[in-house]
């Protein structure tokens, strides 16, 4: 294992990742018990059918940082900002349509990588002056981390990966 990983400081900065992760699973758990009450939502709103892959990936993001796999972790942090945005969109653009109808709706920006779209969100909960901060920031971090879906044709994934071949070189090793 690589050293940094045994670091007070990596241990501290996962402990907050942690923390923060447990938060935004709180959130989530909020959100679906609130929202859950109308027994509408659970057969129209996308977020009922999209549930499941948000906590996989975030239970999976929380895993995979502990064990050091921060490239699996850059992937599934785009997909879920990605799916988030969408998830979003649609539900505040379409949320008067049967969920069928709103798939249908929706499928162009579903079929995009595009996240243009956050532009469109209504995000009355922030105060008006945090909003066009708060998008940037957004399409910052899905940027950020689309340097790692395709590791090989970003600089910053290249580099990275230049820099620690050679102390995973034992993956290579057969083991038994």
Request: negative net charge.
């Amino acid at each position: 294992m690589n050293d940094e990983y045994t670091t007070e400081a990596y241990r501290e900065r996962l402990d907050s990742f942690s923390r923060l992760t447990n938060d935004f699973l709180f959130i989530l758990a909020f959100v679906g018990k609130d929202a859950g009450r109308d027994p509408e939502w659970w057969d129209t709103h996308l977020l009922s059918y999209t549930a499941h892959d948000i906590l996989e990936s975030t239970f999976g993001i929380l895993s995979l940082s502990r064990d050091g796999l921060s490239s699996t972790c850059r992937r599934e942090l785009r997909y879920l900002v990605e799916l988030s945005i969408k998830v979003c969109y649609i539900e505040q653009q379409y949320q008067k349509l049967p969920f069928a109808e709103k798939l249908e709706a929706a499928r162009r920006p579903l079929d995009s990588t595009n996240i243009g779209i956050k532009k469109n969100l209504s995000l009355s909960l922030l105060p008006e002056t945090l909003r066009g901060d708060f998008c940037e920031e957004l399409g910052r971090l899905y940027g950020d981390a689309s340097n790692w879906v395709s590791r090989i044709s970003s600089k910053p994934a290249t580099q990275d990966r230049i820099k620690t071949s050679h102390s995973e070189a034992g993956v290579f090793i057969e083991v038994g």
